[in-house]
C-alpha cells in the first residue's frame, strides 16, 4: 500500500488511484472508485459506487461521495458520479451517483469551491467556479451553470435550472428557473438585481454589463411577457456585438425554460 494512504484506511484492491493519491485515517474507498493524481482525501469518508474524481481535488474530512439515490426507483444500476478537476470540497457533503431515469451520471466540473453540508442528489449537473456556501442543497436533476454562487442555506427544487453567472441570497428557495446573471433572494425567490459587480470582477466590460442591465430591464422593469421580453432582449446582439455571447446565453436559457417551471420573478 502506499505510503501516502493512512494505514487505516480501507482502499478496495480493486480501486484505482494515481500513486500521488493521499488518503487520510479511516476512510473506505470502493472498488470502483477512480481517482486522479494529486487528489487528497481526508479522514473518515466513504468514497464508493462508480465514482471518478480527476486531478488535484482537495477533499476534506467527513465526506460521503458516490452513494446510491435517494431515489425509491433505484433498483441498483450501475450509475456514476464524476467529479472533475481542482475542486475544493469542505466537510459533511453528500453527492449522490445518478439515476437510470434520466443521465445515470451526477457530475461536477472543475475549479468549483464547495463548502460544509452540500448535498447534490442524483443527477445534478454542476459547471466550473461555481460557489456553493455552507448547507447548499440541490434536489435530483438540478443544473448549475457556470460561475454561479449559491448563499448558505439556499434550496433548489428538482429539474431547476441555474444560469450561469446568477447567484443566491441565504436561504433562497428556488421553485422556478433562474436565468444568468440574476441575483435572488426569498422564499420563494425573487429577482432583485443582476449580478454586476461579479461580472466586473471577471473582466466584463462596461458594453457587457450595460447589456446586460437592458436585458433585466427587459425581463423585470417593463411588465413584459416572456415572450415579449425575449424579443427585446434578441436585438441587443444587434446594437452591442461585443455582447452577442451574453445574450446568446441568455436566449438559449430561456428557450429551454419550461412553461410549467417559468423563471424567478
Not at 479522514?43 to 425509491?72: M, W, Y
Not at 461555481?130 to 454562487?149: K, M, R, Y
Not at 426569498?186 to 436585458?215: D, T, Y
Request: aromatic share 6%; proline share 5%; net charge neutral.
Amino acid at each position: 500500500m502506499s505510503s501516502l494512504i493512512h494505514p487505516t484506511a480501507l482502499v478496495d484492491p480493486q480501486a484505482q488511484l494515481d500513486s500521488s493519491v493521499q488518503v487520510g485515517p479511516y476512510t473506505v474507498i470502493g472498488p470502483h472508485v477512480k481517482v486522479d493524481a494529486g487528489t487528497t482525501i481526508g479522514a473518515h469518508c466513504v468514497i464508493e459506487g462508480h465514482t471518478t474524481i480527476g486531478r488535484d481535488n482537495r477533499i476534506f474530512q467527513f465526506n460521503s461521495l458516490g452513494a446510491i439515490p435517494q431515489d425509491k426507483k433505484y433498483a441498483g444500476e450501475p450509475c456514476e458520479l464524476v467529479i472533475g478537476h481542482r475542486n475544493t470540497i469542505r466537510e459533511f457533503c453528500t453527492f449522490n451517483i445518478g439515476s437510470p431515469g434520466d443521465k445515470g451520471v451526477t457530475r461536477v466540473g472543475d475549479d468549483n469551491w464547495i463548502m460544509a453540508y452540500v448535498h447534490l442528489a442524483h443527477d445534478c449537473q454542476v459547471g466550473h467556479h461555481t460557489i456553493f456556501a455552507n448547507n447548499s442543497q440541490l434536489a435530483g436533476h438540478v443544473t448549475v451553470d457556470d460561475w454561479v454562487i449559491l448563499g448558505g442555506f439556499t434550496v433548489a427544487h428538482q429539474f431547476v435550472r441555474i444560469g450561469a453567472h446568477a447567484m443566491t441570497a441565504m436561504c433562497s428557495l428556488l421553485f422556478a428557473d433562474l436565468p444568468p446573471f440574476v441575483m435572488c433572494q426569498g422564499q420563494p425567490a425573487q429577482a432583485r438585481s443582476m449580478n454586476f459587480e461579479g461580472l466586473r470582477r471577471r473582466g466584463f466590460s462596461a458594453a457587457r454589463v450595460s447589456a446586460v442591465k437592458a436585458m433585466h430591464k427587459a425581463l423585470y422593469r417593463d411588465d413584459l411577457k416572456l415572450d415579449q421580453a425575449t424579443a427585446r432582449i434578441q436585438a441587443l446582439a444587434e446594437g452591442t456585438p461585443e455582447a452577442a455571447p451574453d445574450v446568446a446565453l441568455m436566449l438559449d436559457f430561456l428557450a429551454r425554460v419550461s412553461p410549467q417551471r417559468g423563471i424567478v420573478r
